[in-house]
C-alpha cells in the first residue's frame, strides 16, 4: 500500500480550461505548450501525441479527438495537467483521510464531482479548514511520525496559509489505493 499525497491545485484555472470550447481550448494550449513542456513529470496527452506523432498542437488535438479520446476526457485531461502543482507532500497516517476524516469534509469537492466523466475519485478538493485538520492531527502525533517531517508540516502550513489568502487555489488530496 502505497501513501497517500497532496498538491496545491488551481481551481480556477481549471474551472476556465473546464468551460472551454474547442477553439479556445486549442488556442490555451497553442500558447501554453511551453509551460507544460518546462513540468518536471508531465503526463499531458497532447504533448505525447506530439512527441510521438509530431505536427502542431491543433494536429495532436484532432488526432486525439479522432481515437477514443473523447472531447469532454481532453478537457479534462488538460485542466489537471495546468491546475496541479509540481511538488507534492506525502502523508503520514496522521494526516490521512482515513484518520482525519470520517467521511467527504462539508465543502470538500470529490474528483469525480469535479470533473466529467470520471468515473473512480482520484482526489478530493479541500478547503483551508480541512488542512487545519490535518495539521492539528500531525502536531498532535508529531512523535509517531513516520513519514513527514517537521518541514512537511510546516510547508503543509505555508499552503493552507496560501489558500487563505488566494482562494483560486484548494489543496488536492491523492488517495493511494
Known amino acids: 500500500m502505497g501513501t497517500d499525497s497532496v498538491k496545491l491545485f488551481n481551481k480556477a484555472l481549471a474551472d476556465q480550461i473546464l468551460s472551454m470550447e474547442l477553439a479556445s481550448l486549442t488556442h490555451f494550449l497553442e500558447e501554453k505548450v511551453s509551460f507544460l513542456q518546462q513540468k518536471p513529470f508531465n503526463l499531458s496527452l497532447v504533448l505525447f501525441e506530439m512527441d510521438q506523432n509530431g505536427g502542431s ?3 495532436a488535438i484532432a ?3 479522432s481515437s477514443e479520446q473523447t472531447f469532454t476526457q481532453l478537457r479534462s485531461d488538460v485542466a489537471q495537467d495546468f491546475a496541479f502543482g ?5 502523508l503520514d497516517y496522521w494526516g490521512c483521510y482515513a484518520h482525519v476524516f470520517s467521511d ?3 465543502l470538500s469537492i470529490s474528483s469525480v464531482d469535479y470533473l466529467p466523466d470520471q468515473e473512480e475519485e482520484t482526489f478530493l478538493l479541500l478547503r483551508p479548514q480541512h488542512i487545519a ?3 492539528a492531527s500531525l502536531r ?4 509517531d511520525l513516520t513519514v513527514m517531517s ?12 496560501f489558500c487563505v489568502a488566494d ?3 484548494m489543496l488536492s488530496y491523492h488517495f493511494d489505493y
Open 133 to 135: 485538520q490535518m495539521i
Open 104 to 106: 467527504h469534509p462539508d
Open 86 to 90: 509540481d511538488t507534492a507532500i506525502y
Open 140 to 143: 498532535e502525533h508529531g512523535d
Open 150 to 161: 517537521t518541514d512537511d508540516i510546516k510547508k503543509l502550513e505555508e499552503w493552507m496559509n
Open 167 to 169: 482562494p483560486r487555489y
Open 57 to 59: 498542437v491543433a494536429e
Open 63 to 65: 488526432r486525439l479527438l
